[in-house]
């Protein structure tokens, strides 16, 4: 009798325990939850409002009115705010724009299905971005896939006093 009162104490003790120690609020795993996302996140939102910002003073244009139009003498910028080497190399033009008080002019849709994009591209012959084009005074295509501060303004330079 006594055995069977002391393994039903422990057992009882064991179920109470159980219960006691199961009794706290179990949430799952969320995005919100997790530091290391919620950080990613918040960096991307910031790298694309700063992108965004990088852009304002820049004239927006279509790729079909750069091809249609009597467009010669400008700098254009294919980027997107996706492309992490884009927003690297914008806040760069940006502050050589500002500079030099260039007008560059930005392809902001980067449709592949767009025929003047293609023909932009494929005449250029560029494959990756950002790109910064210079269209001369008879129409024709230069481009630089110059990073560097010193270089880009001095390519810049070259172009404002021809």
């Not at 139009?69 to 294919?78: A, E, G």
Request: with cysteine; hydrophobic share 35%; proline share 4%.
């Amino acid at each position: 009798m006594k055995r069977r009162t002391l393994l039903s104490c422990i057992l009882l003790f064991s179920v109470c325990t159980f219960i006691i120690s199961g009794c706290h609020k179990f949430e799952a795993p969320s995005v919100n939850n997790n530091p290391n996302i919620s950080s990613k996140e918040q960096k991307e939102e910031l790298a694309i409002k700063k992108y965004r910002d990088s852009l304002k003073g820049f004239n927006i244009i279509s790729a079909k009115d750069v091809l249609n139009k009597n467009t010669r003498n400008i700098f254009i910028y294919l980027g997107r705010e996706s492309c992490p080497y884009c927003r690297e190399y914008l806040p760069l033009l940006s502050k050589i724009k500002q500079e030099t008080k260039t007008k560059i002019y930005y392809i902001e849709n980067l449709d592949l299905s767009d025929p003047s994009l293609q023909q932009i591209l494929e005449m250029n012959s560029i494959d990756s971005i950002p790109t910064l084009l210079y269209i001369k005074k008879d129409g024709s295509f230069e481009k630089t896939g110059i990073d560097s501060y010193e270089q880009l303004k001095n390519w810049f330079n070259e172009r404002i006093l021809k």
